[in-house]
Every structure is written in structure tokens, then in C-alpha cells.
């Protein structure tokens, strides 16, 4: 099992960056696929960007790609979102989510534990 905490939410000006850095705890990191994931007001949540367990994939929706890379530290149990040019449809909160080995397709359903969310703000 996974403990999550999400943390380098706030508020940013449009143009601007965040990093966002998820912190794991419990089983061994090298054995799980981790993903964010986002939701905004009236929406569904989403799959920002999935990394698989030993970080030779990576996926973005189409809206992030180019502007968000994702990265994972094994040995310090966290992951990264660097998120630049954010533009106000970036606004949601923000999860971190972990799966044991696999995941598909980046879709909250394929993950299994769940960080509580960070709230990200695009505004002027």
C-alpha cells in the first residue's frame, strides 16, 4: 500500500510555473506506476501525466504536452510535475495517484491509492 501527500500547490499568474512534488510512503516505489491527475470545477477528473514503474514511460494528455514534464526519484519516494506556460484552464486541484506495476491508458480507474489533492490557481 501507498501513503500520499501532495505538496507545491498555490497560486500563479498565467505564463507562469509550479512544481508540483508528491511524496510516497509504504511499499517500495520501484514497483508501482504513479500518475496526476486533475480535477476542476464541474468536471471529471483527468490524467494529467502517468509514469511507468521504472520511468522509461511517460504519457501526457494532449493540452499538457510540451508544457508539463513529469519525473520520479525512486531512492527519495517522490514525484514531480514541473508545470510551465500555465495558462487559467490549468486551474483544478491536483492528485497523485500510485498503481502496483502496470498502468493502460493514464485513467484515474486503472489507480488504486490516492493522494488528497492540491489546489492549483492560474490567475491574473
Known amino acids: 500500500q501507498l501513503h500520499i501527500v501532495e505538496s507545491g500547490g498555490g497560486l500563479v499568474q498565467p505564463g507562469g510555473s509550479l512544481r508540483l512534488s508528491c511524496a510516497y510512503s509504504?511499499?517500495?516505489?520501484?514497483?508501482?506506476?504513479l500518475g496526476w491527475f486533475r480535477q476542476a470545477p464541474g468536471k471529471e477528473r483527468e490524467g494529467v501525466s502517468c509514469i511507468g514503474s521504472s520511468g522509461d514511460r511517460t504519457d501526457y494528455t494532449a493540452s499538457v504536452k510540451g508544457r508539463f514534464t513529469i519525473s520520479r526519484d525512486n531512492a527519495t519516494s517522490t514525484v514531480y510535475l514541473q508545470m510551465d506556460r500555465l495558462t487559467p484552464e490549468d486551474t483544478a486541484v491536483y492528485y497523485c495517484?500510485?498503481?502496483?506495476?502496470?498502468?493502460?491508458?493514464?485513467?484515474?480507474?486503472?489507480?488504486?491509492?490516492w493522494g488528497q489533492g492540491i489546489q492549483v490557481t492560474v490567475s491574473s
Open positions: 509504504g511499499d517500495p516505489l520501484d514497483s508501482y506506476s
Open positions: 495517484a500510485g498503481v502496483r506495476m502496470n498502468y493502460d491508458f493514464c485513467l484515474p480507474w486503472e489507480f488504486d491509492y
